[in-house]
């Protein structure tokens, strides 16, 4: 299902379980596109290529929870001064699914921001890789990127990658990344468990903080519904 709204300098685009092969999307000087993704069913597999023009924003978000494996991949184009953009996206891959998530943002020109923030949880065999190219070409100066990466890998025969590159060709600008793949944390388990609560729902607790914020990118109340399903059935 494919949703889409517009107004005057305001555009919005829902992918539910049906993520376009090979799309491109233009945002216009001065224009805000929000762009939302929803797996539950199906493939995750596609590639979304976004334009984004001076003074316009993207603000993008993917909410994973689709039982099938797949390659996702989205690049951000940001052509002009002031474009800007945001991503997340919150996977849960399981039952022996691999999952492959690639984004690109290309600072073309001075005065441009992005930030990205990929969270996952793979577990029950699953396979959850992240890959985040964020590159300043040279003249982009003034220009702040971030990327944020944090997997956690519920049991040994799961496993998690998070790769984020920098590539920076300018001097004057601001640019960083983190990168976390591990276990859960015992120490939280233990906190948790000390209060009653058993191993399996402390899990819960510490795979909902991970999960949850995800919703707070979305607006369509049967999605949202749908995504506290996927949640509470994932985990």
């Not at 685009?13 to 000087?29: A, F």
């Not at 607790?205 to 949202?224: T, W």
């Amino acid at each position: 299902m494919v949703k889409k709204a517009s107004n005057e300098n305001k555009k919005s685009i829902l992918y539910i379980d049906e993520i376009p092969s090979d799309c491109h999307i233009t945002v216009g000087r001065g224009e805000i596109l929000k762009l939302n993704i929803a797996s539950f069913n199906g493939s995750i597999n596609g590639k979304i290529d976004i334009d984004v023009e001076g003074d316009a924003k993207v603000e993008g978000a993917f909410a994973d929870f689709s039982r099938e494996p797949g390659k996702f991949i989205i690049n951000i184009n940001l052509n002009d001064a002031g474009a800007s953009c945001e991503w997340h996206l919150a996977s849960l891959a399981h039952a022996e699914g691999k999952k492959i998530f690639e984004t690109s943002v290309m600072h073309e020109k001075e005065e441009t921001s992005a930030l990205m923030s990929n969270y996952g949880i793979a577990r029950d065999s699953g396979n959850l890789t992240f890959s985040g190219t964020s590159h300043i070409k040279h003249g982009a100066i003034n220009t702040n990127t971030r990327q944020d990466a944090k997997i956690i890998v519920f049991d040994k025969d799961s496993d998690g990658k998070a790769m984020p590159i920098l590539r920076i060709d300018e001097n004057d600008v601001q640019a960083s990344h983190a990168a976390v793949v591990g276990r859960l944390n015992e120490q939280h388990l233990f906190y948790l468990e000390s209060r009653g609560i058993s191993e399996e729902n402390a899990k819960r607790i510490i795979a909902l903080g991970y999960l949850k914020p995800i919703e707070e990118f979305f607006d369509d109340e049967e999605v949202l519904k749908s995504i506290d399903q996927a949640i509470e059935g994932g985990i």
